[in-house]
């Protein structure tokens, strides 16, 4: 019996993409023959054993490598899939001259020089007049932000003038690559806006746009209660937005290694849950399953999509749901398992950084916290757990270490855990009760400050 089969289907496929490209396909495929051999070497051990014990040991080595190789088999096709997905999509990408698609996620933008533009992600359907065969998403930047200003919204049709490229990938080794970057987030290439982005007049207002509004008048009636700095850090925590906190504010938490708590992620996510499990006075059965599930997506949708923010949900999700049906919940188990789902979709996410901490984080707190727990069982053990693994890892792709952040990261979260729910209940009320929430946006300024 292979305990936690998830795990080597997880790393199964981890393996097989980064084989397939890095490698090639050729490569990917002898890997899977390979594992092959190694079924037929096991088979043939479990049949030479004269002792039951050794047997079984066998038995399972060779179930483990059936696993793998099975796991290996369906991330190929799957691989295969994409890339045929992929070669179409470029061929619409290469004759893009006029776009219609899907407002998905916009932003303003302020370059170094002072210029400022806004950012959309479009889900496109239809490419010089014609519809296409596959959905895929561009990068639009519009620089004609007198014209445009905030005047289109999440759910908006929109159309585009402009030429579609391919983002540049990194000339130098180990440097930035866009291109992957834009990859891994599902985006197929970037489009300079030649003319305003126009939006369909008649369309009318879908769900996504009216919770982007009621987002952005919410964090107006903050403007007016506190200053802006606060405001930008709030709504970092609370949405992910941090297009508005200053530089000096974002390197301090980046030095401090807690810049994980300015992008919403598993631990908002759990406080967010915590806090409606205490709200939620009846028995969580069906209708909390129901309720709380409503207010995720909503919440994900506020949140841009955010990869972190939709593997955090799934795996509240999958919690709620072993408690529905009386099954135990694992964590590693259900990390692994969105893992593998967040891969099927889009194998490009490996390459992520946000992707690798995630996963790694999760990894090292199963791996290392037991043994930390032997020696120290106090509140930093679990910091402590996460940094032992991340510390290298963070090394090498940011080249700085930070020393304080397994001691910072213990306080940060719990201010956070006081700054989440009060902020939610701000929001819920900012247009029903402007006493309470004065007196919540002061507090929550107050919180900012001392964080």
Same mark, same amino acid.
């Given at each position: @019996?292979?305990?936690?089969?998830?795990?080597?289907?997880?790393?199964?496929?981890?393996?097989?993409?980064?084989?397939?490209?890095?490698?090639?396909?050729?490569?990917?495929?002898?890997?899977?023959?390979?594992?092959?051999?190694?079924?037929?070497?096991?088979?043939?051990?479990?049949?030479?054993?004269?002792?039951?014990?050794?047997?079984?040991?066998?038995?399972?080595?060779?179930?483990?490598?059936?696993?793998?190789?099975?796991?290996?088999?369906?991330?190929?096709?799957?691989?295969?899939?994409?890339? %045929?997905?992929?070669? *179409?999509?470029?061929?619409?990408?290469?004759?893009?001259?006029?776009?219609?698609?899907?407002?998905?996620?916009? =932003?303003?933008?302020?370059?170094?020089?002072? @210029?400022?533009?806004?950012?959309?992600?479009? *889900?496109?359907?239809?490419?010089?007049?014609?519809?296409?065969?596959?959905?895929?998403? !561009?990068?639009?930047?519009?620089?004609?932000?007198?014209? %445009?200003?905030?005047?289109?919204? $999440?759910?908006?049709?929109?159309?585009?003038?402009?030429?579609?490229?391919?983002? $540049?990938?990194?000339?130098?080794?180990?440097?930035?690559?866009?291109?992957?970057?834009?990859?891994?987030?599902?985006?197929?290439?970037?489009? =300079?806006? =030649?003319?305003?982005?126009?939006?369909?007049? =008649?369309?009318?207002?879908?769900?996504?746009?009216?919770?982007?509004?009621?987002?952005? *008048?919410?964090?107006?009636? !903050?403007?007016?209660?506190?200053?802006? *700095?606060?405001?930008?850090?709030?709504?970092?925590?609370?949405?992910?937005?941090?297009?508005?906190?200053?530089?000096?504010? #974002?390197? %301090?938490?980046?030095?401090?290694?807690?810049?994980?708590?300015?992008?919403?992620?598993?631990?908002?996510?759990?406080?967010?849950?915590?806090?409606?499990?205490?709200?939620?006075?009846?028995?969580?059965?069906?209708?909390?399953?129901?309720?709380?599930?409503?207010?995720?997506?909503?919440?994900?949708? &506020?949140?841009?999509?955010?990869?972190?923010?939709?593997?955090?949900?799934?795996?509240?999700?999958?919690? &709620?749901?072993?408690?529905?049906? %009386?099954?135990?919940?694992? !964590?590693?188990?259900?990390?692994?398992?969105?893992?593998?789902?967040?891969?099927?979709?889009? $194998? #490009?996410?490996?390459?992520?950084?946000?992707?690798?901490?995630?996963?790694?984080?999760?990894?090292?707190?199963?791996?290392?916290?037991?043994?930390?727990?032997?020696?120290?069982?106090?509140?930093?053990?679990?910091?402590?757990?996460?940094?032992?693994?991340?510390? $290298?890892?963070? &090394?090498?792709?940011?080249?700085?270490?930070?020393?304080?952040?397994?001691?910072?990261?213990?306080?940060?979260?719990?201010?956070?855990?006081?700054?989440?729910?009060?902020?939610?209940?701000?929001?819920?009320?900012?247009?029903?009760?402007?006493?309470?929430?004065?007196?919540?946006?002061?507090?929550?300024? @107050?919180?900012?400050?001392?964080?």
């Amino acid at each position: @019996m292979v305990r936690r089969p998830l795990y080597y289907v997880a790393v199964a496929f981890v393996f097989e993409i980064v084989l397939f490209f890095y490698f090639g396909k050729s490569a990917s495929f002898s890997a899977i023959l390979l594992l092959m051999f190694f079924c037929i070497i096991s088979t043939h051990n479990i049949k030479k054993e004269s002792y039951e014990n050794d047997r079984c040991e066998s038995r399972c080595n060779f179930n483990k490598i059936l696993l793998v190789l099975m796991s290996c088999a369906v991330c190929f096709c799957n691989l295969c899939i994409y890339e %045929n997905g992929q070669s *179409r999509i470029d061929r619409y990408v290469k004759s893009v001259k006029t776009s219609e698609g899907i407002v998905k996620h916009c =932003e303003e933008k302020k370059l170094y020089t002072g @210029m400022d533009f806004m950012q959309y992600r479009v *889900r496109i359907f239809r490419v010089n007049g014609k519809d296409t065969e596959k959905y895929f998403d !561009l990068l639009v930047k519009d620089y004609n932000i007198k014209t %445009n200003r905030k005047s289109i919204i $999440p759910g908006d049709t929109v159309t585009i003038v402009g030429k579609a490229e391919k983002a $540049p990938s990194n000339t130098n080794p180990n440097c930035f690559d866009y291109s992957k970057y834009l990859m891994s987030t599902g985006i197929s290439a970037v489009v =300079e806006a =030649e003319k305003p982005v126009k939006s369909s007049e =008649e369309a009318s207002i879908k769900t996504e746009g009216r919770l982007y509004m009621l987002k952005e *008048r919410f964090k107006t009636a !903050l403007r007016h209660n506190i200053n802006s *700095r606060e405001v930008a850090v709030i709504s970092g925590i609370m949405f992910g937005d941090k297009q508005n906190i200053d530089e000096e504010t #974002m390197e %301090n938490f980046r030095k401090n290694g807690t810049a994980h708590i300015l992008a919403v992620s598993g631990i908002h996510v759990g406080i967010i849950y915590g806090f409606l499990s205490f709200l939620w006075r009846w028995k969580k059965e069906k209708a909390y399953f129901l309720t709380v599930t409503v207010f995720f997506l909503c919440y994900v949708v &506020m949140a841009s999509f955010s990869p972190s923010v939709i593997r955090a949900v799934f795996m509240v999700e999958a919690h &709620m749901l072993s408690n529905i049906i %009386n099954r135990r919940y694992d !964590l590693s188990s259900a990390a692994f398992l969105i893992a593998v789902i967040s891969m099927i979709r889009n $194998p #490009m996410q490996i390459f992520h950084a946000g992707f690798q901490m995630s996963y790694l984080a999760v990894l090292t707190m199963t791996l290392f916290l037991p043994y930390i727990k032997r020696l120290y069982t106090g509140v930093l053990a679990a910091s402590a757990a996460v940094q032992l693994g991340l510390g $290298p890892y963070i &090394m090498y792709q940011f080249n700085y270490l930070s020393l304080v952040a397994i001691f910072v990261n213990v306080p940060v979260v719990i201010i956070s855990g006081l700054l989440v729910p009060m902020g939610f209940v701000s929001f819920a009320i900012f247009d029903l009760c402007r006493p309470l929430f004065f007196i919540l946006s002061k507090c929550m300024s @107050m919180i900012c400050t001392f964080l």
